[in-house]
Each structure stands twice: as structure tokens, then as C-alpha cells.
């Protein structure tokens, strides 16, 4: 027997708009499997990891808190995954954008201009862009593969992080923990909700996320972005390069990246720690699928993904999970959201041996 896929010729928008529901349905039976095999209190678990998070006002803000750099990289790395350039590295960009920001507290402690967080921010950007940068040049001169690029960027930002923190950055007054100094109010972000550790970045995603919607959406650079991604030939006849689509789709991706490095060191650390990312970077991957790649459907899919970080937390506590079990959740939906959106755009045919 021989199973091929054939692409249908019109699909329908609600059952595309019921993929991710039935991606999370499949992920939740998957998960109470797994959890009681791994003999946990299954329902405690789900409980923990789905519905607890919007449980008091306290949980609700920190997955607000969280949304915020989930969004703003997922943003960025739709755009090129539309453009066929997949951008893997977005846990090395924002390590380098989280460095790059935190280069002025850390030589000027006591700064107290009203430049410095808006330098901050900028040159945060600018970390993740010339990060990302690297992998560009690559692909276009060399035809180097940007996932691989992009993955082993990552392993070095790492690695200047830690030599930075347990270097020349380590606060010589921190009982030797590997962190930098803590900022100066100049260098933090403006709270949002007061009570809680919801800073602007989060408006700063929407507003961003708003941009992209547009640029994708209505603008002709968005067109041509999307084209010379995914059709270089006969993009060359319209004035379009891949090359372009490349440095594009990559430079975005990174500033963004970059981006959310500079908020969370202006925003909840206050500091550059080893933890400055929990594993954004490769969640906004997640992310942006589950959205579909539409930069609304990323807003809802950011929500969501926020509420498993903050769920995950509390299910390590109340149902003795290990903190690999989020991850598994984690990949579990995004796999059941590929497999369901492969069926639905394609039809199933059977061909059995000596019939067509």
C-alpha cells in the first residue's frame, strides 16, 4: 500500500481556526498518559499546567509578564518562517541582546540620565540584528544553512554570557553569584500594573504585533518579502532577490530577539543574570506556528504559551512534575498542530498494489 498526500484545491476557515484546539486537545490526552504512567496525579497536573494560571490576579499578571517576550519574538521569527528562512537562534539573539543592553548599567551604575533605558532598548536591537547578522552573511555568500548557523550562534552567546558573568561583569558585591550589578531606576522599565511586575513591554508587543499585521498584511514589502522567500526564480523577474528576503527576514527576526533581551534585563531581572531567557527563544518557535504564522493568531498563541510557562511552575510544586514535562507538553502541541494542519490540507489517498 502506498499513502500519498494531495493538496486540496480550498480549505475551510473553521476547521483551520479549530487546528490549535484540537492540536491542545491531543496534547492534553497524550499528556495524562504520560503523567499517569509516570505515576503523578494526572488531573492535579493538567489542572496545575492549564487552568491555574488564570487563577488570581497574581498568576494573571505574570503570564502577562511573560507574554510580552514570547510575542515579540515570535513576531519576528514569522515573518521570515512565511519567507521560507528559518530563523532557529533566537535564544543566541536575545542572550546578545540582553548583553548589549546591559553593557551602560554595568559600566555606569550610578547613571541616572533619562537616555539610558531608551539606549538601552535601542542598542539591544542592535545586539540581536548583528547577531543574526552572522547567519545572513552566511547563507547568502556561503549558501550556509541558517538553522545550523543560527543553532550554533546560540552555543556561543551562551558561552559569552557565562565568561561576562564570571569575568569582567560578575558584581564584585554579590556574594559571588554569577549576575552583574543590579540597574539603577534610570535603567528599568516603567510598571504597568501597579502591584505587579508587568512593565510597558508588554504594549510595546501589542504595538508591534499591530506593525507586523499591517506589513504582512497590506504592505507591498511584505509581498515582496514573502515571494522572495518562497519563489527566488521567478521573484528575479519581478525585482525580487532571496538574498533580500534573506537579510530581511533574519535582521527582524534578531532585532526583535534582541528586542525582548534588552526588556527582560530593563523589566523583571534588573540585572543580567545566566537565566536571562527560560527558553524563549525556542517557545516563540511554538508560538509562531501555533498562531499559523498570523501575527493576530500569534497575540492568542503568546497568551497560551505564557500560561504553560506559568503552569509548568506551579505544577513542579503541586504535582511533583519534573520541568521536563512543560517542554514535552510543549513539543507535543506543536506536533499535533502540524500533523492536524497537514490533514487538513491535504487529502489522505490510499493506493493498494495493482489498483490506481
Request: net charge positive; charged share 10%; with cysteine.
Amino acid at each position: 500500500m502506498k499513502i500519498t498526500f494531495e493538496r486540496r484545491a480550498t480549505l475551510s476557515r473553521p476547521v483551520l481556526f479549530a487546528a490549535p484546539l484540537i492540536a491542545l486537545g491531543l496534547a492534553m490526552l497524550t499528556s495524562l498518559i504520560l503523567f499517569a504512567a509516570l505515576g503523578k496525579p494526572a488531573g492535579q497536573a493538567l489542572y496545575s499546567l492549564l487552568l491555574e494560571p488564570f487563577v488570581g490576579w497574581y498568576n494573571i499578571s505574570e503570564v502577562l509578564l511573560k507574554m510580552g517576550p514570547l510575542m515579540l519574538i515570535a513576531q519576528g521569527l514569522a515573518i521570515g518562517f512565511r519567507a521560507n528562512v528559518f530563523n532557529i537562534g533566537a535564544e543566541g539573539q536575545l542572550i546578545i541582546g540582553a548583553l548589549f543592553a546591559s553593557a551602560l548599567p554595568v559600566y555606569f551604575p550610578e547613571g541616572a540620565s533619562p537616555l539610558m533605558l531608551p539606549a538601552m532598548i535601542a542598542l539591544g536591537a542592535l545586539g540581536g540584528a548583528t547577531w543574526a547578522a552572522i547567519a545572513a552573511g552566511l547563507r547568502v555568500r556561503f549558501n550556509a544553512n541558517e538553522i545550523l548557523v543560527t543553532l550554533m550562534l546560540t552555543l556561543i552567546a551562551t558561552q559569552v554570557l557565562n565568561y561576562l558573568l564570571l569575568g569582567p561583569w560578575k558584581d564584585p558585591n554579590g556574594f559571588n553569584f554569577p549576575q552583574s550589578v543590579i540597574f539603577p531606576d534610570a535603567a528599568l522599565l516603567p510598571i504597568l500594573l501597579s502591584g505587579t511586575r508587568v512593565n510597558i513591554s508588554v504594549l510595546a508587543a501589542l504595538l508591534i504585533s499591530a506593525l507586523a499585521y499591517v506589513m504582512m498584511r497590506y504592505r507591498f514589502s511584505g509581498y515582496q518579502l514573502l515571494v522572495g522567500g518562497l519563489a527566488p526564480r521567478s521573484a528575479r523577474y519581478a525585482g525580487f532577490t532571496e538574498a533580500r528576503a534573506v537579510w530581511v527576514s533574519l535582521l527582524l527576526g534578531g532585532l526583535m530577539a534582541g528586542l525582548a533581551g534588552a526588556c527582560e534585563v530593563a523589566g523583571p531581572l534588573g540585572q543580567l543574570q545566566r537565566s536571562v531567557s527560560t527558553g524563549y527563544g525556542y517557545s516563540a518557535i511554538i508560538v509562531a506556528y501555533l498562531g499559523g504564522l498570523n501575527p493576530l493568531g500569534i497575540v492568542v498563541s503568546a497568551f497560551l504559551m505564557a500560561a504553560l510557562f506559568i503552569g509548568g511552575d506551579n505544577a513542579m510544586v503541586s504535582a511533583d512534575l519534573p520541568v521536563a514535562a512543560v517542554f514535552v507538553f510543549q513539543g507535543l502541541l506543536l506536533v499535533f498542530y502540524l500533523g492536524s494542519l497537514t490533514f487538513i490540507r491535504h487529502r489522505v489517498i490510499l493506493n493498494w498494489a495493482g489498483r490506481a
